[in-house]
């Protein structure tokens, strides 16, 4: 069985949701839930704003993933891309304000 995994990021909370076809109807499940929100941190301004903590972010996708493995419901992946996680890829370094 294939399995396609959706995220969704609002402004408040976050989940995972994996879709497969059975008897030829789509079927959802959420298998994981993270909370979200801004904080309010220092910008490249030296001033403070509201801001999402990307690499928080980031960490919460990976575990969303990790979910769907221990589930034994891997995300299909035709091109193969991330077909292993790996603790020495660079992270991302971003800053995106609030408004």
Do not use: C
Not at 3 to 15: E, F, H, K, V, W
Not at 25 to 49: L, S
Not at 82 to 98: L, Q, V
């Amino acid at each position: 069985m294939r399995y396609y995994l959706a995220i969704d990021i609002g402004a408040s909370s976050g989940r995972h949701i994996i879709s497969y076809l059975e008897n030829g109807k789509m079927q959802t499940e959420e298998i994981y839930r993270f909370q979200n929100g801004p904080e309010m941190k220092t910008a490249y301004d030296g001033r403070e704003h509201w801001t999402w903590d990307p690499d928080r972010l980031f960490q919460e996708i990976l575990n969303g993933l990790k979910k769907a493995g221990e589930l034994g419901k891997v995300p299909y992946n035709e091109r193969k891309i991330m077909t292993r996680m790996n603790n020495d890829a660079p992270k991302p370094t971003w800053f995106g304000i609030s408004y």
